[in-house]
């Protein structure tokens, strides 16, 4: 009998992890693919770029390392960080936004702490979150959805647009952001912040394309598409319900308690819950089992430090969605969480016996 010497937790079950991250991509599809059908062949490109940079990443580090990496390369755990990356950049931001965004997240974020289940970071947001910061004017030209866009773009236009920067007849990514009214179209979270700033009411601003009935134009079939998704990741109990639900019910609460206070300065639960990477967040991201806390309380108060931040952040932070900051942030806390939420050992006494 051979005996291993590995970290906890030691219980075996029945799903490799390649069939778990097989089972969390296609999980993603419903999402994406309406993500495609609204944003166009700009997230498609941004998918397939990302997923390439992380395998490529990942199989040169392991090269490095001397580890088998056709082997580690058929986890999957690549692939899903290049789905997650793709998914959350900005459609037919430049290629080379994509490229630093994935390598770091593979190389730096994953491999220099010890690669697959040593990570302290979940490795696509702190990916994401290095671009945004280094190049925020490239990641703030998200693209309004098709239907409001005044120029269609084709497959090649859209590769055109990420290598060069205009499309084939040579419109900007600006050009291909502004209405028909002139005026350049921004995402609903953005347009909110913008405007609530500008002095605006959000009965007023709720009048704009981008909305309708309350909501965001497209972004909320996305994040129906996230949950319906997330909700299969439940079923096969390949995430427990304890970060979604601490997530979602904080950030109802909070965004509940303002709109209360004060519905002309402050945008409803529903808008919260179907703008921007709420669904995505609270399903595939925040419930990283490497970077999130290992015991039950701990996620429930992860969860819920994950939905308050991402409303501090969109209501008065300086990004209009705060999802990937606020992962990022109690990434750091999950060791003080595990060790003030771990259960007693059998037998153990307390401090006062």
């Known amino acids: 009998m051979k005996l291993f010497k590995t970290p906890a937790p030691h219980v075996f079950g029945d799903l490799s992890i390649t069939q778990v991250m097989l089972t969390v991509a296609i999980a993603l599809l419903p999402g994406a693919l309406i993500q495609i059908f609204f944003f166009g062949w700009g997230t498609l490109l941004n998918v397939v770029q990302a997923v390439l940079w992380a395998l490529l990443g990942e199989a040169m580090v392991l090269r490095l390392r001397n580890q088998p990496y056709q082997q580690r390369l058929m986890d999957g755990s690549a692939f899903v960080t290049g789905l997650l990356l793709g998914l959350a950049l ?11 965004a994935t390598l770091f997240a593979i190389v730096v974020v994953k491999h220099l702490y010890g690669g697959l289940g040593s990570n302290p970071f979940n490795p696509a947001m702190a990916g994401y979150v290095l671009v945004l910061v280094a190049f925020p004017l490239s990641m703030s030209q998200w693209l309004p959805i098709q239907d409001l866009m005044p120029h269609h ?4 236009d859209a590769l055109s647009v990420i290598l060069n920067g205009h499309t084939l007849s040579g419109v900007d990514r600006v050009g291909l952001r502004l209405g028909v009214d002139g005026f350049t179209l921004a995402t609903p979270l953005d347009t909110v912040k913008t405007d609530l700033s500008a002095g605006y009411m959000i009965r007023e601003i709720l009048t ?23 909700l299969i990741l439940l079923w096969r109990r ?17 965004s509940l308690f303002f709109y209360i206070y004060s519905p002309d300065q402050f945008a409803s639960p529903l808008f919260h819950l179907f703008s921007g990477a709420t669904m995505l967040g ?6 990283d ?12 108060i992860f969860g819920i430090g994950v939905g308050i931040l991402t409303y501090l952040i969109r209501t008065w932070g300086g990004y209009p969605d705060g999802v990937a900051f606020a992962v990022l942030l109690m990434n750091l806390a999950a060791p003080t969480l595990d060790h003030y939420t771990r259960p007693r050992a059998y037998g153990e006494m307390s401090t006062g016996g």
Not at 153 to 156: I, P
Not at 208 to 224: M, S
């Open 90 to 100: 900005p459609p037919l931001v430049p290629w080379w936004v994509v490229c630093i």
């Open 153 to 156: 773009l084709g497959l090649l």
């Open 208 to 230: 704009k394309p981008v909305f309708a009935d309350g909501l965001g134009r497209g972004w909320t079939w996305v994040n129906v598409g996230y949950l319906v998704g997330g």
């Open 238 to 254: 390949i995430i427990q319900w304890y970060v979604p639900a601490g997530m979602l019910v904080s950030l109802t609460l909070i």
């Open 282 to 287: 609270a399903f595939f991201i925040a419930t």
């Open 289 to 300: 089992p490497v970077s999130c806390a290992s015991t039950p309380s701990g996620r429930v």
